[in-house]
């Protein structure tokens, strides 16, 4: 009764090929197109007047702008290339940070605005104040 021994690879489910392979490096790291350049060129059009837009948003406008048909993920990547991302936002989850943002009142995005709406609703009334004001 001579059985044949069972492999790792048997084991495990997976073809011997698998087991060998080697992968092999870029020279440059990471993939370039040949067009990257021109892409690059348009992204820092849109974004030298817009430094807060993220990928996603600087997608929108180099497509809308140029009427180019890029691929999302094609300006994300030219944009990690070249350090034109944005830091990731900070996002709390759960109840303890909601209790947390209670707790402190209103957020500051809100106060701020809040504060814009009132000064714009009065924006008469200060006119008016700095007509009062005393000229030297």
Wanted: hydrophobic letters at 40%; charged letters at 25%; aromatic letters at 6%.
């Amino acid at each position: 009764m001579t059985q044949l021994p069972i492999t790792v690879c048997q084991v495990l489910g997976m073809a011997r090929r698998t087991a060998y392979y080697v992968t092999r490096a870029r020279a440059d790291g990471r993939y370039h197109r040949a067009t990257d350049q021109s892409v690059l060129e348009q992204i820092r059009a849109v974004t030298n007047s817009r430094a807060t837009y993220g990928y996603r948003r600087v997608w929108a406008m180099v497509n809308r702008t140029f009427r180019t048909g890029y691929n999302r993920k094609r300006i994300r990547r030219v944009m990690q290339l070249h350090g034109l991302m944005l830091a990731p936002r900070v996002r709390r989850q759960g109840p303890a940070a909601r209790r947390a943002d209670s707790a402190a009142g209103l957020q500051p995005a809100l106060v701020l605005r809040r504060l814009l709406d009132s000064l714009l609703e009065r924006r008469g009334d200060l006119r008016g104040l700095c007509d009062r004001l005393p000229r030297s």
